[in-house]
């Protein structure tokens, strides 16, 4: 009898330790974290392959990817939970709250650092916390070729010397990083030029045409862009323009 004691005695002391030892592990494995993603309120062309960054003062849209859990390891419904957003030191009052994990952040002209803490609804415990610093890009100008079949070809960009196989080109602007909803917005001040001699310029002129004179083989073509609402927003490239007689 004793026996059976000791023997039923020893098993729920295994079964007991057993089950705290996989309820420590769960635990430790779910470790509460937030992660912080974030993209600029500005220009991207069509198919581009990559997220619209920050370009002088812009309007950050700010997603915290929280993972909470409990004490006992079950994960807590983000939108219960309370969020504290900051720009660098200053807490944003006005955007923080229950369920506040997307919000607008407007930046200045600086790098800026974003942080997020995450807590409980009562505030009363703080789960985790993140902080990204947000650099400051100089915006860029990419350039497509519009196939008169095709139409624009944006799978390709195109390089700084780039050969065409035919005596007219049509060449389209678009603007990266600039604070527009389109590339031929009218804010957009475009400048056109062709061996240092303007050939077009104006408000939303984001297209031109460029022909084959002579047997001028290689063409330095210039392009500019300046965002007459926002004076930190301008840029300028060159490129080399090759066309061929074959058409």
């Known amino acids: ?28 494995t779910n470790t509460s974290s937030v992660e912080i993603l974030w993209e600029a309120d500005s220009y ?23 993972h909470i859990y409990n004490e006992t390891g079950s994960p807590i419904d983000a939108s219960t939970l309370y969020y504290k957003w900051y720009l660098g030191s200053r807490v944003l009052g006005g955007i923080s709250g229950i369920g506040q994990n997307h919000v607008s952040i407007a930046t200045s002209l600086r790098d800026d650092t974003i942080g997020v803490d995450v807590l409980s609804n009562d505030r009363e415990t703080t789960y985790a916390k993140a902080n990204v610093i947000v650099t400051n890009t100089t915006p860029e100008v990419l350039l497509y070729y519009k196939n008169p079949l095709l139409g624009i070809l944006f799978n390709s960009i195109l390089s700084k010397n780039f050969p065409i196989k035919d ?13 527009s909803n389109n590339n031929n917005s009218s804010k957009l001040i475009y400048t056109w030029s062709i061996n240092n001699e303007r050939v077009k310029s104006g408000d939303g002129e984001n297209s031109v045409i460029f022909q084959k004179i002579g047997e001028v083989e290689d063409s330095i073509i210039s392009i500019s862009i300046k965002n007459k609402e926002n004076v930190f927003q301008s840029t300028k490239s060159n490129f080399i323009l090759s066309l061929s007689n074959e058409n």
């Open 1 to 28: 009898m004793n026996k059976i004691i000791k023997t039923n005695t020893l098993i729920f002391i295994f079964v007991a330790f057993m089950f705290c030892l996989s309820g420590t592990l769960y635990a430790q």
């Open 167 to 179: 005596r007219e080109a049509e060449l389209v602007a678009f603007p990266l990083y600039f604070d």
């Open 44 to 66: 991207t062309p069509p198919f581009y392959k990559g997220k619209a960054l920050k370009s002088g003062p812009s309007t950050l849209s700010v997603t915290a990817m929280s």
